[in-house]
């Protein structure tokens, strides 16, 4: 079975910076796209910035873009979300979810092409 784990949420002030990480088993990363969403309260899930296995391609949101830096380690089998610079509006549960690749390098933005979802971790940003 296909598990993933998003850790790293916490509260922090705005400025400051968190580091997610989303662990996976029964995939290796090699083989799977990744992506990073997030769901405010009272809000539709967004893609925050994803990675493509094929090629590493990555690609950001525009309210994330230049704050965010997503990154893998495929000999850990995780995938990492530095974000810096947070503000109030980046308060959501945080979801990793994965995708298998068609290894064309392409950047697959839409929640509904994951099929797989690990449990959300939380990041409150506090004023």
């Known amino acids: 079975d296909v598990q993933l784990q998003a850790s790293g949420g916490g509260l922090v002030q705005r400025g400051g910076s968190l580091r997610l990480s989303c662990a996976a088993s029964g995939l290796m990363f090699d083989d799977y796209d990744i992506g990073w969403f997030r769901q405010a309260p009272g809000k539709e899930r967004e893609g925050v910035s994803w990675i493509s296995s094929s090629n590493g391609r990555k690609d950001y949101a525009d309210s994330v873009k230049g704050r965010f830096t997503i990154s893998s380690d495929n000999t850990k089998n995780t995938v990492d979300l530095q974000m810096n610079s947070l503000k109030l509006e980046d308060t959501a549960v945080y979801y990793c979810?994965?995708?298998?690749?068609?290894?064309?390098?392409?950047?697959?933005?839409?929640?509904?092409?994951?099929?797989?979802w690990g449990r959300g971790t939380l990041v409150t940003v506090s004023s």
């Open positions: 979810a994965a995708r298998e690749s068609r290894l064309d390098g392409g950047i697959y933005k839409r929640v509904s092409e994951y099929p797989y």
